[in-house]
């Protein structure tokens, strides 16, 4: 089943009033296959620069990429949590992240030799940069997220849409994951600030990890 109609069919089936929400479909729908193409660019944009690098640097920059389209119903909560209304101009004004990329890079330089050369090319815009690697969250979060927009060409036109293009490396994803089982466990914990405590202090030893690692494979290289 294709991500669209696995959106669909979740769709249905959280919706409190199936019978309205069938009427706003058809346009839902074509909201996130826009999506999906411009995920399907964004893509296809790194999968190239990483070949390109790789025959050049005789090493791939990155590790993997990992494209999502996010579901309705955290859409719905998100849209809700801003006191917004479900609807297709909504989304499109007020959500940047409805596709999502994340690339798992070795090095912390290779973030920014990759993002800068997407962030390069003349159909890309980059809307917006956080930059959680030089400024990490309290919690000991980081990652490079550009909100870039990218033109996608329909039967009807080019339309811009929107990507949230994540760039962390392989610790920084590993340290991401734990920290977000956190947030869906937090509320059954008896004393959750010592795992932020301990969370935190891996955060800064995989940031010592990562440029202690990346120091060597400058020597070596
Ligand atoms: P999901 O399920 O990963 O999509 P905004 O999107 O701008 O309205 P925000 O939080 O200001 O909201 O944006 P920000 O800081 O750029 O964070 C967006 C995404 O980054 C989050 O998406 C997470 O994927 C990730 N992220 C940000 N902070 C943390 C953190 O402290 N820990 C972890 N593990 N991930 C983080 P969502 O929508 O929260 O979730």
Redo the contacts with the bound molecule.
């Keep these: 089943m294709s991500a669209v109609s696995d959106v669909s069919m979740e769709l249905l089936m959280n919706s409190e009033n199936p019978e309205d929400m069938l009427e706003h479909m058809q346009s839902f729908l074509d909201m996130m296959m826009n999506y999906e193409c411009a995920l399907m660019e964004i893509e296809t944009k790194l999968k190239v620069l990483n070949s390109e690098f790789a025959l050049q640097h005789n090493r791939n920059p990155f590790e993997s990429i990992k494209s ?1 389209l ?2 309705p119903i ?1 859409i719905i909560e ?1 849209l809700r949590k ?1 006191g917004l209304d479900f609807t297709i101009e909504n989304i499109e004004n ?4 409805i596709a ?1 990329v ?1 690339v798992i890079c070795s090095f912390p330089e290779d973030i920014y030799a990759v993002s800068d050369l997407l962030a390069m090319q003349d159909d890309i815009t980059v809307v ?1 940069t ?1 930059d ?1 690697i030089r400024n990490p ?1 309290s ?3 980081r ?1 490079l ?1 550009l ?1 870039v927009e990218i033109p996608i060409f329909l039967t009807t036109g080019k339309k811009y849409m929107k990507v ?1 293009v ?1 760039f962390r490396t392989i610790a920084m994803d590993f ?6 089982k ?2 869906y466990k937090k509320d059954n914990l008896k004393h959750p600030e010592i795992i932020v405590q301990e969370l935190k202090k891996c955060a800064d030893t995989i940031t010592s990890v990562d440029y202690k690692m990346q120091e060597i494979r400058n020597m070596l290289e």
């Design positions: 999502r996010k579901k955290s998100k801003k007020n959500l940047t992240d999502g994340r917006e956080k959680y969250k919690n000991g979060y990652s997220h909100i949230e994540q340290w991401a994951s734990l920290d977000h956190l947030k």
